[in-house]
């Protein structure tokens, strides 16, 4: 009797956050020893501060909790406990002395914050003071972990001594970690000055960006944190900085040899100290010369790494066995042309990997070499599991065949912003004690300047909800999303925007329609939008009613092909274009108090290198599914909250259900509204947070519905897909 195929077993990859060996091994340090027992003890406002009397005075309030309620249970003794927070105490103090003027309050430690600074503490006493201990007690965590693992390709080579010199933080962003940064460089010069002299430093402190945005941004921040910071000029010798100045540097600028935008790499080595902003951008295709000059960069000194992405950066990489294995399958075909299972021992031999070549795998190993190096997790679905930020709303559609069915989704878009806009105005007195930004709506587009240019889909509707002789219709689809009459459904049936406008019902869909111009488009009439090109600043065009108060800045870069578009749509589109030769920029002022531009358009140009507490709505046009990196960095800017008492928590439900506050709305002026349209990464970012475990608010929908013609009815019906 022939024997039934035996069933195949799915291999399933480990999660990464089970994966990082470093992380582990800090945990076993203390008690409890994971972050949610610590989030139980320490995430208290009453435990945030320092303590200013009593036995602890000096001391962060933290601690107090660690020494009273954890006493002797802890592996690091409480004297040394006590040192490293003495000295977080001393570094945080000094980074915010100018910060807590500018601010108007005192910025205290989140408990998640706190963690990974102390993390730093032992690692940093560890690797100067206890290194080969050190290197001998992770080799035993991952030996344990290796133990557990049921395939070879699951496992992780032993620590060597130079993979010590490598930390990094996965921060979900929001979370503060340009602040940890600023202190991170403090702490390391501490104990690098401590063994090597008070007065002597690093060959040079270095920052790396990805982009000139992101540097112009960390020079500001760190002149706030009381540093002194340059943008990179290869024309100045290391002999014109001073000795602890921090030269920012946007690595698209570093390369293997000089050019006119570039400078090699190797011009830049010695005992450095390296601090990399946002390392996922180094993981693309290029990973392997990024890989590369960074190690160039900090092998004879130290680095710290920070993202809100390694998850996404290693999801496809491999360990160092994968690696090995793939290079010498390479050298198998390349030298014998047969399968390395075909090849004699004497070739087996000569398919080797010689030093270099190991080298350079190791490298490439993103997966091994981020298990074995991030000090910290705290990332994305910690964060939100916590509390902090805002709750999230997200609406995708998949596909339409008419630019009405896409103009009455972003007119659903458009009113979704107008409502935060309408209660923050209504109760922007009340809503002070929460500390509610203005509300800001974000469109991020694809394509700048194709034939089927997203940005130009943008404000062709906006010249379209302005034009007199679509009026009527426009007013026609404002008044069904107030009246909970369907205009897109699911196959059931059910209304997709049911309820989402409950602040506005019982107003009349005209007077709606003239607010809008008021609030957001700033204007009383309908009069033709014009598109400014502003001469004086490359990258950017303004859009405005007429001759009123510019509503919104496109922020590109290349704003004269985009303007040309425009000037060609205006002879089918209710719309000017025009060129300024003095207006000043509107992007540096979106986050002035007085600020009345609503509405921001750009490209992917701005998902680094900017940030704002307004962001209240956005909307994301053919972003693809290798926009996943900048889309999760975009969605971090959206999620980001000062909360009550600067908490940076969105509100419970069972604070804001109460009956003094239930006409504010806080769920709805706490919520981030994402509308996708064609955006097929919508697609992967829901995954993404599926495989995070975020269990998101029960009144979250992510929809990808495709357009299903139906004859009976005057507009195309938006239906689900299957299984939503």
């Not at 069933?7 to 994966?19: I, S």
């Not at 006590?82 to 807590?100: A, G």
């Not at 930390?167 to 390391?188: C, D, E, F, R």
């Not at 030093?355 to 490298?363: H, I």
Request: aromatic residues 12%; contains cysteine.
């Amino acid at each position: 009797m022939a024997k039934a195929p035996k069933a195949k077993t799915k291999v399933v990859k480990v999660n990464f956050h089970e994966q990082l060996i470093l992380n582990k091994w800090l945990w076993s340090k203390f008690n409890p020893n994971r972050l949610e027992g610590m989030k139980q003890q320490l995430d208290h406002p009453q435990f945030e501060g320092i303590e200013h009397e009593g036995d602890n005075a000096g001391q962060t309030k933290f601690f107090s909790v660690i020494s009273n309620t954890l006493f002797n249970k802890q592996v690091v003794d409480i004297d040394v406990l006590r040192r490293y927070d003495l000295n977080i105490v001393k570094h945080w103090q000094k980074i915010t002395e100018k910060r807590n003027e500018i601010e108007g309050h005192v910025l205290n430690l989140k408990y998640f914050q706190y963690l990974s600074l102390l993390f730093t503490e032992l690692y940093l006493d560890q690797y100067f003071h206890h290194q080969a201990d050190m290197l001998n007690e992770l080799n035993i965590e991952l030996e344990q972990y290796n133990d557990d693992q049921k395939i070879d390709a699951d496992q992780f080579q032993q620590y060597l001594p130079e993979d010590l010199n490598k930390i990094g933080y996965w921060n979900a962003t929001g979370s503060g970690k340009t602040l940890l940064m600023h202190v991170n460089i403090l702490q390391y010069l501490d104990y690098f000055q401590h063994q090597n002299g008070d007065s002597t430093y690093p060959d040079q402190i270095i920052l790396l960006t990805p982009n000139e945005g992101l540097s112009e941004q960390h020079l500001q921040e760190l002149t706030d944190s009381g540093f002194q910071a340059t943008l990179f000029d290869k024309q100045k010798s290391r002999n014109s900085l001073y000795r602890d100045e921090i030269q920012i540097i946007d690595m698209n600028k570093l390369s293997d040899s000089d050019g006119d935008k570039t400078v090699a790499t190797m011009s830049l080595e010695g005992k450095n100290l390296v601090l990399i902003d946002e390392g996922h951008r180094g993981t693309s295709s290029s990973a392997g010369a990024w890989m590369e000059r960074r190690d160039i960069l900090t092998k004879d000194g130290f680095s710290f790494e920070y993202s809100a992405t390694f998850g996404q950066a290693v999801s496809k990489a491999d360990n160092v066995y994968k690696r090995f294995e793939d290079a010498k399958k390479q050298k198998a075909k390349m030298l014998y042309g047969v399968a390395i299972n075909k090849l004699t021992e004497e070739q087996k031999k000569n398919i080797q990997l010689d030093e270099l070549e190991q080298q350079k795998y190791r490298r490439e190993a993103l997966r091994e070499v981020y298990a074995k190096s991030i000090l910290f997790d705290y990332s994305y679905k910690y964060f939100y599991a916590d509390g902090y930020g805002k709750e999230v709303n997200i609406l995708n559609m998949k596909e339409y065949h008419e630019d009405d069915e896409r103009n009455l989704y972003l007119t659903a878009c458009l009113l979704s912003f107008y409502q935060q806009q309408y209660l923050f105005k209504k109760n922007q007195a009340k809503l002070a004690k929460f500390n509610i930004e203005k509300p800001l709506w974000v469109f991020v587009g694809n394509k700048v300047n194709d034939d089927d240019s997203d940005i130009l889909a943008i404000v062709k509707f906006l010249a379209d909800f302005l034009d007199a002789s679509r009026k009527s219709k426009v007013i026609g689809w404002l008044h069904d999303l107030i009246t909970n009459t369907s205009r897109l459904v699911d196959p059931k049936g059910n209304n997709i925007f049911a309820n989402r406008f409950a602040p506005l019902y019982g107003q009349n869909a005209t007077e709606l329609y003239q607010d809008i111009l008021k609030s957001f488009f700033n204007a009383t009439t309908n009069q033709r939008l014009n598109v400014v090109r502003i001469t004086a600043n490359k990258g950017e065009l303004r859009l405005q009613v007429g001759e009123n108060t510019p509503f919104a800045v496109i922020n590109v870069g290349d704003e004269k092909g985009l303007y040309d578009n425009c000037d060609e749509s205006s002879k089918t589109h209710y719309l000017n274009a025009r060129t300024d030769d003095f207006a000043e920029s509107l992007f540096p002022t979106l986050n002035n108090d007085d600020s009345e531009t609503h509405l921001l358009i750009g490209s992917r140009k701005f998902t680094e290198g900017w940030s704002s507490w307004r962001v209240s709505t956005m909307g994301l046009l053919n972003m693809g599914s290798g926009e996943g990196a900048q889309i999760i960095q975009l969605f971090g800017r959206g999620v980001r909250l000062k909360g009550e008492n600067f908490s940076l928590k969105r509100t419970p439900r069972e604070i804001y259900s109460k009956a003094e506050y239930k006409g504010l709305h806080l769920d709805l002026m706490q919520t981030i509204n994402i509308f996708g349209l064609r955006a097929d990464y919508m697609e992967k970012f829901r995954d993404y947070l599926n495989d995070e475990g975020i269990i998101l608010n029960q009144d979250l929908v992510t929809l990808d519905f495709p357009t299903n013609k139906i004859k009976a009815q005057r507009l195309k019906t938006l239906t689900l897909k299957d299984g939503y």
